[in-house]
Every structure is written in C-alpha cells, then in structure tokens.
C-alpha cells in the first residue's frame, strides 16, 4: 500500500516534533514536511504534494481557516484535517465551508488520529469523538425533528434521516451498517438515494448541508 504523505502545520515547534515522530510510527503514513503557519503551508504544498495536511487553526501570519480556502481552492483533491484545541461550533462550521474534510481535538487519542486519515484519504469526515457526541446527542433530545426543515422532513425517509444523521457525525458507513443491523450496500444505498434527493454529491458537502439547514449543531 503506497504512503499517504503528510503535512503538519502549526506553530508550536514541541507539538510539530511530537506529532511527527507519532506519525512516523504509524504504519503505511509518511510525513513530507511541516509548517509553522498558513503562509508556509501554502509555499510547502506545490513541491511536496501531500495527501493530507494537520492544520492548526490559531497560529501567526496567516490561521489555520484562512489557509484551508487558499489550499482547498488550488489544490481541492488534498485532505485537510484541522487539528486543534478549539471545540468552537463556528469553526468547524468555517472549517467545512473552507474545504476541510475533518475536524480533530487535540486531546484524540493515536488509533483516533489514524482513523482520520484512513478517513481523509477516502474522502470521508471525520470528526473527535467528543464532537461527534455533542452532534448526535442533537440527534437524541427530543429536539431533533423540529431542527428540520420541513421540505428534507418530507422528503426522507425514516431510515435515510437516521443514517444522514450518523453521516454528518462523522460515522463510516461500515459503523452505520453494524450500529444499524444492516448491510454496507444497503447504507451505501441510502446514502445515494439522500444525495440524489438532495442534489447534493459528495460526503463534505452533505455535512455542510446538514449543519447549515440546522440538522446538525455542537
């Protein structure tokens, strides 16, 4: 299996150590260079060419949102995972406009930190447990189904509400399927069918849906 070759942007020079040599002792993940701010990272990205990029989002010069959008918008087929200490409902909502494919605390644990990048690679979010708990328990309340516009009520069905609910936590579909007592070809399924509903074609942009029209929140 080829490596997937690995950013790290942020500006504390301990953090950047630490975080590379655990990176380094992950299995088929190679790390290509770090970064101490956006404007870096920005430099660094045309002649390293990673996969995936661990963004801060506090640092000098230029923050971790503003240089996710410069990236995202030369370079959309990179990963960019913000990795931060902010548990901030409105930056993972600024993360998600600006291009980035997860959101990470980070307090996350190794086996947390490589599920994300399996994620990422795969196109798929991918958010810290802690966050994807504040979501779901949205989910829970007893408050959900007056958070729904009323036109994606109608439109989905109970099941397909369920799994768009676990998508936007940030949930695999092999998660889904085994949470749900089904097949990965019948969540794959409902998953298209809410797309095509929706008129929505990819994962990220389902969550930003599903966090802007209020079917999501922190």
């Given at each position: 299996?080829?490596?997937?070759?690995?950013?790290?942007v942020?500006?504390?020079?301990?953090?950047?150590k630490?975080?590379?040599?655990?990176?380094?002792?992950?299995e088929?993940?190679?790390?290509?260079?770090?970064?101490?701010?956006?404007?870096?990272?920005?430099?660094?990205?045309?002649?390293?060419?990673?996969?995936?990029?661990?963004?801060?989002?506090?640092?000098?010069?230029?923050?971790?949102?503003?240089?996710?959008?410069?990236?995202?918008?030369?370079?959309?087929?990179?990963?960019?995972?913000?990795?931060?200490?902010?548990?901030?409902?409105?930056?993972?909502?600024?993360?998600?406009?600006?291009?980035?494919?997860?959101?990470?605390?980070?307090d996350?644990?190794?086996?947390?930190?490589f599920?994300?990048?399996?994620?990422?690679?795969?196109?798929?979010?991918?958010?810290?447990?802690?966050?994807?708990?504040?979501?779901?328990?949205?989910?829970?309340?007893?408050?959900?189904?007056?958070?729904?516009?009323?036109s994606?009520?109608?439109?989905?069905?109970?099941?397909?509400?369920?799994?768009?609910?676990?998508?936007?936590?940030?949930?695999?579909?092999?998660?889904?399927?085994?949470?749900?007592?089904?097949?990965?070809?019948?969540?794959?399924?409902?998953?298209?069918?809410?797309?095509?509903?929706?008129?929505?074609?990819?994962?990220?942009?389902?969550?930003?849906?599903?966090?802007?029209?209020?079917?999501?929140?922190?």
């Amino acid at each position: 299996m080829q490596n997937t070759k690995v950013l790290i942007v942020d500006d504390h020079n301990l953090f950047r150590k630490g975080l590379r040599k655990l990176l380094e002792n992950m299995e088929n993940v190679a790390v290509v260079g770090e970064a101490q701010n956006g404007v870096e990272a920005i430099k660094q990205v045309s002649n390293l060419a990673p996969d995936v990029i661990l963004m801060d989002i506090a640092m000098p010069e230029m923050n971790g949102l503003e240089a996710t959008s410069e990236i995202h918008r030369s370079f959309p087929n990179i990963a960019i995972i913000l990795l931060t200490m902010y548990d901030n409902e409105e930056y993972l909502k600024q993360a998600l406009q600006y291009g980035a494919i997860g959101y990470l605390l980070k307090d996350i644990s190794t086996n947390e930190l490589f599920l994300a990048l399996q994620a990422a690679i795969k196109g798929e979010p991918h958010f810290s447990p802690a966050i994807s708990r504040k979501i779901i328990n949205r989910f829970t309340d007893g408050r959900s189904a007056s958070l729904l516009p009323q036109s994606l009520y109608t439109n989905l069905s109970t099941r397909e509400i369920e799994i768009l609910r676990l998508l936007t936590a940030g949930k695999s579909n092999k998660i889904i399927a085994d949470r749900l007592c089904i097949s990965i070809k019948t969540v794959e399924k409902h998953r298209n069918n809410i797309m095509q509903k929706l008129d929505i074609h990819n994962i990220v942009d389902l969550v930003k849906y599903a966090l802007k029209n209020g079917l999501a929140h922190l």
